[in-house]
């Protein structure tokens, strides 16, 4: 399989997660309608994407030249509404299905950032972009402080998922080990996630300021 089908399928991968996250933080935090389960999954799907591109000038973006992303985030966005009162006793499903999100993310925008001639830096900025655009748009729409700005570990796994990519290009191991390495950095970018939900790790506070109390102001 050649390596831009391999980034094709993990942009649609990390579209239909990032589509159910959307969903069902509209069902189980805000209780929205139809309209609002559908819109809010595809925003959080394509909205870093949408961001991406139009900051690396790369217009129409791909989510409107691509039908399959549009339908990939339409498609999760109905699973939801249809199903979302099984899909609701999976514990932890929301923290999941943002984590394998924000990984698959981070890196294929930071591949079509490096592709598009970005600089190293840019890359990995507009990685991190990709992964945590759309679940900051959904934040804000719902009235919630991002997690970006607010969860512990949310964008330094992004960083580092966009940083291993601009890596293994810059001493060209990408052209070696292709779809493995960046199935590798996305991998590192989920478990770095993971392992801060699992152990309520937070990225550093100001000091003098508690964590747990900054959190829920």
Do not use: E
């Amino acid at each position: 399989m050649s390596a831009p089908r391999v980034l094709l399928i993990l942009d649609l991968a990390g579209t239909f997660a990032f589509s159910l996250n959307g969903a069902l933080t509209a069902v189980r935090a805000a209780h929205l309608d139809i309209v609002g389960v559908l819109t809010l999954g595809a925003i959080t799907a394509v909205g870093g994407g949408v961001i991406r591109d139009v900051l690396l000038g790369s217009l129409p973006p791909a989510t409107f030249l691509d039908w399959r992303y549009i339908a990939v985030a339409l498609g999760g966005g109905m699973i939801v509404f249809l199903f979302g009162r099984w899909l609701d006793r999976f514990a932890g499903a929301i923290d999941v299905l943002d984590a394998a999100g924000l990984s698959l993310f981070a890196v294929t925008g930071a591949v079509k950032a490096l592709a598009l001639g970005a600089g190293p830096a840019q890359a990995v900025i507009l990685g991190a972009i990709t992964a945590v655009g759309g679940g900051t748009v959904r934040d804000v729409l719902i009235r919630r402080i991002p997690s970006v700005l607010s969860s512990g570990l949310y964008a330094i796994p992004a960083l580092a998922g966009a940083a291993m990519v601009v890596i293994a290009s810059s001493a060209g191991w990408d052209q070696v080990f292709g779809a493995p390495a960046a199935l590798g950095a996305a991998g590192v970018c989920f478990l770095i996630r993971m392992v801060g939900l699992h152990r309520g790790l937070d990225a550093p506070r100001p000091p003098g300021t508690d964590n747990r109390d900054s959190a829920d102001d």
